[in-house]
DNA sequence: CGGTACGTTGAGTCATATCAACCATAGTGG
DNA sequence: CCACTATGGTTGATATGACTCAACGTACCG
């Protein structure tokens, strides 16, 4: 216990993942047991947790930082699906379903992350009729939000798409008080999640400059009109 | 019973659904449940089931026929998700999470479906593990297709997806004695699970005729050179 | 027989990908 | 300290895949 202390590992009893997240219905003693089992892990941008197609013994909980998961299809090219950031769990989809992981995971912003075995998932699911409930919930909603990306990405414009990438990650990340963008993000990357060319999303980003929408420092975005990039996304909401 | 005899209702306890399913860890008594609450219904070609942002009281369980489910993108346009056929579950997404139905569902062909209750999906959930465990698997399952799918269409040129979409095709409907897809799609559906233009589809689909990979009879397709597909499609298994 | 839905083909346009050159920055090692 | 290299960003020129629009053919149906 001094040494969890000693390197700050997060105790999972007042981590705040528990609060709102997934684990929301562990009792004291399960929490317990998830505490004395993970292991936690520090990692630098671009280090890799865990990649396609390979096996994974249990899933991560993000206590920190930002990951993306990513597919990588033709010639390498990283299709990005999701981030995780404090709160996400990944990998539990491999660990349920059973199957090789069908993506990759990789930090974007220096992460602190506990890695939980797979058997502690699969014992509380069969046990905790409340906790599976939850998991379940999660996995639905993603199958729903997967479902909108395979429409948008097959329907609309790659300039409407990035406008509702830009939207979507305001959305998750935020804006701090000079209205930038809380994450950063190199072109590729931002080409990786639109599904496009880098050179497309530049163009694309120095129009919307050019529009008064965004301003840009390097990578940093700066929003100035959220309302221009709902109109361009064709997301009425 | 002897009015479900009569009108030719399908039993669950026979049902060929019941092994190899969702369903395969229920009880007996679990089985009798569903067969006592469940409603039985004939759709005809077209019949829509569900649509989007609607609050669904149960799920469907197909016992014969085919049942497209898409979402409706800019301009009404229809993108297929996926394809519900014999044995399979639609809209437990929407039950189990608790959510408005994310996508409709419309009969391509003519169909046998059950109709289940809510309640009864929760409650064997959260009564039964195994059963939990095969809704998660399916779940996941999905969630794995559909990542594949983003990556595909972000992607993959049209050519590619068209290819692909036919072997999918294939593997999940077969070919009949003379190698005919065994399923009948017009040429707008095959453009709304590509995500394409009809007219695109269409000059496609006689190019590949062309070369001799495949043979049209109207709506049917018959499949001559399935190696040639795979090439195309930069599908390597 | 007209109507409706589907299929086909052609022509023109445009968005986006590709290719290539170039700049900026930062880290590395001699 | 200076090449050296790698990585990321930007811009321009060019090519082209795919969409749109439009016309027309076909088949089935009441």
Do not use: W
Not at 44 to 68: A, D, H
Not at 77 to 89: N, S, V
Request: proline fraction near 3%; aromatic fraction near 8%.
């Amino acid at each position: 216990m001094m040494k969890q202390k000693d390197i700050n590992i997060p105790f999972c009893d007042n981590c705040p993942v528990n609060k709102t997240g997934v684990f929301r219905h562990l009792s004291k003693d399960e929490i317990d047991i998830i505490n004395f089992e993970k292991d936690f892990r520090l990692y630098k941008r671009g280090t890799v947790l865990y990649t396609e197609n390979s096996r994974i013994s249990g899933f991560y909980c993000i206590n920190k930082g930002i990951i993306k998961v990513f597919k990588t299809g033709i010639d390498g090219k990283e299709q990005i699906i999701r981030f995780a950031k404090p709160g996400d769990i990944i990998a539990y989809r491999s660990v349920l379903s059973n199957e090789p992981a069908c993506t990759s995971a990789k930090v974007i912003e220096d992460a602190r992350v506990c890695f939980i075995p797979a058997h502690i998932l699969t014992d509380f699911v069969n046990k905790n009729p409340l906790f599976s409930m939850e998991v379940m919930k999660l996995t639905c909603h993603e199958l729903g939000e997967a479902n909108e990306y395979i429409t948008d990405i097959a329907q609309k414009t790659v300039r409407e798409r990035l406008a509702e990438v830009l939207l979507i990650l305001i959305d998750d990340f935020g804006l701090d008080n000079d209205s930038y963008l809380q994450i950063s993000l190199t072109r590729e990357e931002l080409a990786n999640i639109v599904g496009t060319a880098t050179e497309s999303v530049i163009r694309l980003l120095s129009e919307f400059k050019s529009d008064n929408i965004i301003q840009l420092n390097g990578r940093k975005i700066k929003i100035i009109d959220q309302k221009a990039l709902k109109k361009i996304s064709n997301v009425f909401s």
